[in-house]
């Protein structure tokens, strides 16, 4: 953060009224947030997530439960807030950073399609699609492209 525009030394109610009349965005100047702080910019604007310093569980969930594609703020998010935002969409694994097997293979189960929204698929979920694409391949191992060609072979 650049000192020049963080709020230094401000007590929660200040903090408040800076989220609350000015902008939610601000907490982004304010390192030192309270909690309490946090989580009415978050109740404002669910994208706020994305500039919360030191978000807890409960802050994270409650910005993905108001705003699904709020996930993409989330470096490693649980593999039950995965589930939760595709049970929803299945579209918005592709908002998900590093998605889980899990979820690839579940959105890759609900349309084979979903494969292509998944920047680094899985070997499960590549065997899943059943598609054999040089953009999935060309990362595989010798081992994991032996593994998905037999698995595609079993399959018809």
Not at 23 to 34: C, L, N, Q, R, V
Not at 77 to 106: C, G
Request: hydrophobic letters at 35%; a negative charge.
């Amino acid at each position: 953060l650049d000192d020049k525009y963080t709020y230094n030394n401000l007590d929660e109610y200040e903090q408040l009224e800076i989220i609350n009349r000015i902008s939610p965005f601000h907490i982004k100047y304010m390192p030192d947030a309270t909690d309490k702080v946090k989580l009415k910019a978050i109740k404002q604007d669910p994208n706020t997530i994305q500039f919360v310093c030191k978000p807890s569980e409960y802050m994270i969930e409650q910005a993905v439960r108001a705003e699904y594609k709020c996930i993409k703020y989330i470096d490693n998010p649980s593999d039950k807030l995965q589930m939760f935002v595709v049970t929803h969409n299945d579209d918005y694994i592709r908002y998900i950073n590093n998605p889980s097997i899990e979820a690839q293979v579940y959105v890759v189960n609900k349309h084979k399609r979903n494969i292509y929204d998944i920047d680094k698929p899985c070997i499960e979920a590549l065997i899943a699609s059943g598609e054999i694409d040089h953009r999935f391949i060309i990362n595989l191992s010798n081992t994991e492209l032996e593994q998905l060609v037999l698995a595609l072979l079993w399959i018809d």
